[in-house]
């Protein structure tokens, strides 16, 4: 059983291993004598990362095992949480010598002495030869013992069984449509034993002999001992389940829960391997089992456990790179500022010297002297300002090169962050092939899974909420979909049935199409079924055509199916599926042809991260619509607006749909009035339409989101924010809950003409908002622009302070916490200074502990308050109580 295949990089690992070799005898002689010196530490840590490094690359696990154990032990020494010996040195230096052999030896020289003898190394040093169970009482459950095992090498074992159960689940379902096919086996074995000898380093017993029996059963169907068939398929892939939930469970709790499943999956699995017929077993209830522990090594650093918590995205190497070169070169580039700002001094400083010397030249102009004596002077001052001119054309020259050279920067690393977000389509697709082939087989039924497009890159939040609605729409292609193996037989079609997953770009959009082979969708069943449920009458339902027929198959609680099962039936789906795909931005329809299938067409965006939308002023200020989530922009003519009672409406395409004002919604002033036409967004979902009348629409434009602040709560009818390119901010609208409140409106009758002017106040209340948040400042601003302050914004405690100087207002509301100028310094100022101490303050902070509160009302503020007072009406109420109404 080799462990290696040849690799053209063998002679370059064999090089970097000899001189690593060198650099750990060194350093392990140093520690011998000098257990804490830094620099032998230091030294052997990157010794032995690079090992494993090299090791990996040429698929050599135990050498990369055994270079985790040693650096897992230094990294503790280091930490100061354990203390090197002499006699632990040399017990290191005997496991370095098992990888000597391997600086020398050829690919096809490696064998199973050499990696016994270095995995034997890793397990001494592991501590596996120290750890015994205690003896079990009689007719007591055997106790668990799980081995000491530092938490770093337990998290490179999760991830090592993550990729190589995922390899068993995908080369087992390939094995089972080529059984005999040699090339399919062969890295079946290879994955189990990689797995036997990363379970053996971690005293998985358990996991060892299960993983040696699987590898045992590819190892005999590779020598045609033994033919797999579907059965034996089913008793291979529970297994690889039993193994992969090592990648999530505790350790201990999967020994303890697992132990009498494992021991009778390797017992069937061992039979297997010796040609005995043998049958998928179900899942063996645990006893309870009380676990030995032996105590950790070392203790993982404190915070390391809330750490593990936080999310992990996987980003590629050459990423990564490419991230580091822009990030260095926007260094680079800002770094030139500073130059070119002390340029722009001397420049100043030249000016200052033409204007003095233009002044004595005037002088001398005013007293009379004779024209000989003024050449002089004017000559050095000509001198002087052809020097400003030269300097100053230079310093533009260098100005423009630099701001072309720092937005294609800019661009560059921008759109380098978004690919970091992008993971390709296979990513989230490991699992579905499985689903397919289970799903089939529990239903008498075969089938397979083609996919295509698996390369394709899709934003990683995209990915993960995917896996939802594309499970239930394999499962229905499976249970709904495909027909039984007979009824395919009689209108001869093959006894298996092909779903296919096909996924592109297309129209700056990812589209994924799910589709079968199948019998299609019988139209008249669900006119019927239309029909006995009374959502519609017979005779509407007859006039419907196809189209309008399928979109009732996403209503919720509708099915088609006769009777209800495991899989079907209950009406619950493609509702969820459509709902999931909405809330990011997506949508599905079905298209069906009788006898050859039906297919699911979903559209969603590419990544999250970045929308095209639609931006339109209301109340003279910028709003962004997703352009996915906009059915039309319409420019309505005013004699085309009909109103009935107090509902205002205009026919589109035959239908009448209701008219809003986006003011209104949003609790902004009235905009001015269009002359003739008005311009309206057209907004639906599965209620109907509805049409927003905005002030004026200002184009197209690609947003990078950023989230409102969670301190904010739930903003209504908002979703986010972003900058356009003036460096504006920009409010982006959440299309669902507006139309919900439009709904509201056009059912309470409160609406508000589209004809009515605003007359508005002659003097508006000003007030200034002072904070370091922009999302802060900008919801802030908005609230009060509603309620009809005029509202001027400052970015730190100094800009207000500069502001409330230079202008006057009714009111201050400020932050705490602020770089520059705090808050509590920022009010002491204004009430130390005779003009201003009488302008209200109001502190708005996150701070919501009694001695914050008792602070900021100390340093003369009227009121204090959180943040979460945005959403009710205390804020608005403290303001109204200061100073009154707009």
Same mark, same amino acid.
Request: hydrophobic letters at 45%; glycine letters at 6%.
């Given at each position: 059983?080799?462990?290696?295949?040849?690799?053209?990089?063998?002679?370059?690992?064999?090089?970097?291993?000899?001189?690593?070799?060198?650099?750990?005898?060194?350093?392990? $002689?140093?520690?011998?004598?000098?257990?804490?010196?830094?620099?032998?530490?230091?030294?052997?840590?990157?010794?032995?990362?690079?090992?494993?490094? $090299?090791?990996?690359?040429?698929?050599?696990?135990?050498?990369?095992?055994?270079?985790?154990?040693?650096?897992?032990?230094?990294?503790?020494?280091?930490?100061?949480?354990?203390?090197?010996?002499?006699?632990?040195?040399?017990?290191?230096?005997?496991?370095?010598?098992?990888?000597? @052999?391997?600086?020398?030896?050829?690919?096809?020289?490696?064998?199973?002495?050499?990696?016994?003898?270095?995995?034997?190394?890793?397990?001494?040093?592991?501590?596996?030869?120290?750890?015994?169970?205690?003896?079990?009482?009689?007719?007591?459950?055997?106790?668990?013992? *799980?081995?000491? =095992?530092?938490?770093?090498?337990?998290?490179?074992?999760?991830?090592?069984?993550?990729?190589?159960?995922?390899?068993?689940?995908?080369?087992?379902?390939?094995?089972?449509?080529?059984?005999?096919?040699?090339?399919?086996?062969?890295?079946?074995?290879?994955?189990?034993?990689?797995?036997?000898?990363?379970?053996?380093? =971690?005293?998985?017993?358990?996991?060892?002999?299960?993983?040696?029996?699987?590898?045992?059963?590819?190892? #005999?169907?590779? $020598?045609?001992?033994?033919?797999?068939?579907?059965?034996? %398929?089913?008793?291979?892939?529970?297994?690889?389940?039993?193994?992969?939930?090592?990648?999530?469970?505790?350790?201990?709790?999967?020994?303890?829960?697992?132990?009498?499943?494992?021991?009778?999956?390797?017992?069937?699995?061992?039979?297997?391997?010796?040609?005995?017929?043998?049958?998928?077993?179900?899942?063996?209830?645990?006893?309870? *089992?009380?676990?030995?522990?032996?105590? @950790?090594?070392?203790?993982?650093?404190?915070?390391?456990? $809330?750490?593990?918590?936080?999310?992990?995205?996987?980003?590629?190497? !050459?990423?990564?790179?490419?991230?580091?070169?822009?990030?260095?070169?926007?260094?680079? !580039?800002?770094?030139?500022?500073?130059?070119?700002?002390?340029?722009?001094?001397?420049?100043?400083?030249?000016?200052?010297?033409?204007?003095?010397?233009?002044?004595?030249?005037? !002088?001398?102009?005013?007293?009379?002297?004779?024209? +000989?004596?003024?050449?002089?002077?004017?000559?050095?001052?000509?001198? !002087?300002?052809?020097?400003?001119?030269?300097?100053?054309?230079?310093?533009?020259?260098?100005?423009?090169?630099?701001?072309?050279? #720092?937005?294609?920067?800019?661009?560059?690393?921008?759109?380098?962050?978004?690919?970091?977000?992008?993971?390709?389509?296979?990513?989230?697709?490991?699992?579905?092939?499985?689903? *397919?082939?289970?799903?089939?087989?529990?239903?008498?039924?075969?089938?397979?899974?083609?996919?295509?497009?698996?390369?394709?890159?899709?934003?990683?939040? %995209?990915?993960?909420?995917?896996?939802?609605?594309?499970?239930?729409?394999?499962?229905?292609?499976?249970?709904?979909?495909?027909?039984?193996?007979?009824?395919?037989?009689?209108?001869?079609?093959?006894?298996?049935?092909?779903?296919?997953?096909?996924?592109?770009?297309?129209?700056?959009?990812?589209?994924?199409?799910?589709?079968?082979?199948?019998?299609?969708?019988?139209?008249?069943?669900?006119?019927?079924?239309?029909?006995?449920?009374?959502?519609?009458?017979?005779?509407?339902?007859?006039?419907?055509?196809?189209?309008?027929?399928?979109?009732?198959?996403?209503? @919720?609680?509708?099915?088609?199916?006769?009777?209800?099962?495991?899989?079907?039936?209950?009406?619950?789906?493609?509702?969820?599926?459509? +709902?999931?795909?909405?809330?990011?931005?997506?949508?599905?329809?079905?298209?069906?042809?009788?006898?050859?299938?039906?297919?699911?067409?979903?559209?969603?965006?590419?990544?999250?991260?970045? *929308?095209?939308?639609?931006?339109?002023?209301?109340?003279?200020?910028?709003?962004?619509?997703?352009?996915?989530?906009?059915?039309?922009?319409?420019?309505?003519?005013?004699?085309?607006?009909?109103?009935?009672?107090?509902?205002?409406?205009?026919? =589109?395409?035959?239908?009448?749909?209701?008219?809003?004002?986006?003011?209104?919604?949003?609790?902004?002033?009235?905009?001015?009035?269009?002359?003739?036409?008005?311009?309206?967004?057209?907004?639906?979902?599965?209620?109907?339409?509805?049409?927003? %009348?905005?002030?004026?629409?200002?184009?197209?434009?690609?947003?990078?989101?950023?989230?409102?602040?969670?301190?904010?709560?739930?903003?209504?009818?908002?979703?986010?924010?972003?900058?356009?390119?003036?460096?504006?901010?920009?409010?982006?609208?959440?299309?669902? +809950?507006?139309?919900?409140?439009?709904?509201?409106?056009?059912?309470?009758?409160?609406?508000?003409?589209?004809?009515?002017?605003?007359?508005?106040?002659?003097?508006?209340?000003?007030?200034?908002?002072?904070?370091?948040?922009?999302?802060?400042?900008?919801?802030?601003?908005?609230?009060?622009?509603?309620?009809?302050?005029?509202?001027?914004?400052?970015?730190?405690?100094?800009?207000?302070?500069?502001?409330?100087?230079?202008?006057?207002?009714?009111?201050?509301?400020?932050?705490?916490?602020?770089?520059?100028?705090?808050?509590?310094?920022?009010?002491?100022?204004?009430?130390?200074?005779?003009?201003?101490?009488?302008?209200?303050?109001?502190?708005?902070?996150?701070?919501?502990?009694?001695?914050?509160?008792?602070?900021?009302?100390?340093?003369?503020?009227?009121?204090?308050?959180?943040?979460?007072?945005?959403?009710?009406?205390?804020?608005?109420?403290?303001?109204?109580?200061?100073?009154?109404?707009?």
């Amino acid at each position: 059983m080799t462990d290696i295949e040849p690799d053209p990089m063998l002679e370059l690992f064999r090089s970097e291993l000899t001189q690593q070799l060198a650099v750990l005898r060194e350093a392990y $002689a140093v520690l011998a004598d000098a257990p804490t010196n830094a620099k032998a530490l230091a030294e052997a840590g990157q010794a032995l990362h690079t090992i494993r490094g $090299a090791s990996r690359i040429c698929h050599l696990d135990a050498p990369a095992r055994l270079a985790i154990v040693l650096d897992a032990e230094l990294a503790a020494a280091r930490a100061g949480t354990t203390s090197l010996t002499a006699q632990r040195c040399n017990d290191s230096l005997a496991a370095v010598a098992t990888l000597e @052999p391997l600086a020398a030896l050829q690919a096809e020289e490696w064998n199973d002495e050499i990696h016994q003898a270095i995995v034997a190394a890793s397990q001494s040093l592991a501590g596996e030869s120290e750890v015994t169970a205690v003896a079990p009482a009689e007719e007591s459950p055997t106790p668990i013992c *799980v081995v000491a =095992v530092d938490h770093s090498l337990v998290e490179l074992f999760r991830e090592e069984v993550r990729s190589h159960a995922a390899g068993l689940n995908g080369g087992l379902l390939q094995l089972e449509r080529e059984p005999t096919n040699p090339q399919r086996i062969e890295p079946l074995m290879r994955a189990a034993h990689s797995l036997k000898g990363a379970a053996r380093i =971690v005293g998985l017993d358990p996991a060892v002999k299960l993983a040696h029996e699987m590898e045992d059963a590819f190892v #005999a169907a590779q $020598a045609g001992r033994i033919r797999l068939t579907s059965t034996d %398929i089913d008793l291979l892939l529970q297994g690889a389940d039993v193994l992969a939930a090592l990648a999530d469970e505790d350790l201990s709790e999967w020994q303890r829960k697992r132990l009498a499943e494992v021991t009778q999956l390797s017992g069937a699995i061992s039979g297997l391997a010796r040609g005995e017929s043998v049958a998928a077993l179900p899942p063996t209830p645990v006893p309870v *089992v009380e676990p030995v522990i032996v105590e @950790p090594v070392a203790e993982a650093p404190a915070g390391s456990i $809330a750490e593990s918590a936080e999310a992990v995205v996987r980003v590629t190497a !050459q990423s990564l790179n490419r991230l580091m070169s822009l990030a260095g070169e926007s260094l680079v !580039q800002a770094r030139w500022l500073q130059p070119f700002t002390s340029s722009l001094l001397r420049l100043k400083k030249h000016q200052d010297t033409l204007t003095v010397q233009l002044d004595q030249l005037a !002088q001398r102009v005013a007293t009379g002297p004779a024209s +000989d004596l003024l050449e002089s002077p004017l000559a050095d001052a000509r001198q !002087q300002l052809n020097r400003c001119r030269q300097i100053l054309g230079e310093r533009i020259g260098e100005f423009e090169n630099h701001a072309g050279a #720092a937005e294609d920067l800019n661009s560059r690393l921008y759109r380098e962050v978004i690919v970091s977000r992008m993971r390709p389509f296979s990513d989230g697709a490991g699992g579905f092939p499985r689903l *397919v082939r289970d799903t089939a087989r529990r239903l008498g039924k075969q089938a397979r899974l083609d996919i295509h497009g698996l390369a394709t890159e899709v934003d990683r939040d %995209i990915l993960d909420k995917l896996e939802a609605p594309l499970t239930h729409l394999l499962r229905n292609a499976v249970d709904h979909g495909l027909e039984s193996t007979e009824r395919r037989a009689a209108t001869g079609k093959p006894a298996e049935g092909v779903i296919r997953i096909n996924v592109r770009h297309r129209a700056g959009m990812l589209a994924i199409d799910v589709g079968d082979d199948g019998g299609g969708i019988d139209i008249e069943v669900i006119r019927r079924k239309i029909a006995d449920r009374k959502l519609a009458t017979a005779d509407m339902a007859a006039r419907m055509n196809e189209a309008e027929l399928l979109e009732f198959l996403f209503l @919720p609680g509708f099915s088609t199916a006769a009777a209800v099962t495991e899989t079907s039936g209950r009406g619950v789906g493609l509702d969820v599926v459509q +709902d999931t795909l909405r809330k990011i931005g997506g949508s599905v329809n079905v298209t069906t042809r009788p006898g050859a299938g039906t297919t699911f067409h979903l559209s969603l965006p590419i990544t999250l991260s970045v *929308v095209r939308a639609v931006l339109v002023e209301i109340a003279g200020e910028p709003y962004a619509f997703p352009h996915n989530r906009i059915n039309r922009l319409l420019r309505v003519a005013r004699s085309d607006v009909h109103s009935i009672e107090h509902r205002q409406f205009v026919s =589109v395409d035959g239908q009448h749909v209701g008219l809003v004002l986006a003011s209104q919604l949003l609790d902004l002033p009235a905009g001015r009035a269009a002359e003739d036409h008005l311009p309206v967004v057209l907004l639906s979902d599965a209620s109907g339409q509805y049409g927003l %009348i905005v002030d004026t629409f200002r184009g197209e434009q690609d947003l990078v989101v950023r989230p409102l602040d969670p301190r904010l709560g739930k903003v209504p009818n908002l979703s986010a924010a972003a900058i356009l390119d003036d460096g504006s901010p920009v409010l982006i609208a959440d299309v669902e +809950d507006m139309i919900r409140s439009m709904d509201q409106f056009i059912q309470s009758g409160t609406l508000q003409r589209c004809d009515q002017r605003s007359t508005g106040p002659a003097a508006k209340k000003r007030i200034l908002v002072v904070d370091d948040s922009i999302t802060v400042r900008e919801v802030q601003r908005q609230i009060l622009r509603t309620h009809g302050y005029e509202v001027e914004v400052a970015v730190d405690g100094q800009d207000g302070w500069n502001k409330v100087r230079a202008s006057s207002f009714d009111l201050v509301v400020s932050d705490i916490d602020m770089p520059r100028m705090g808050g509590l310094e920022f009010v002491r100022r204004i009430r130390e200074d005779g003009q201003l101490k009488q302008v209200p303050v109001i502190i708005v902070s996150y701070k919501d502990r009694p001695e914050d509160k008792i602070r900021g009302l100390e340093v003369g503020a009227n009121a204090y308050l959180t943040k979460s007072s945005f959403h009710d009406h205390t804020f608005l109420e403290a303001v109204t109580s200061l100073v009154g109404k707009a």
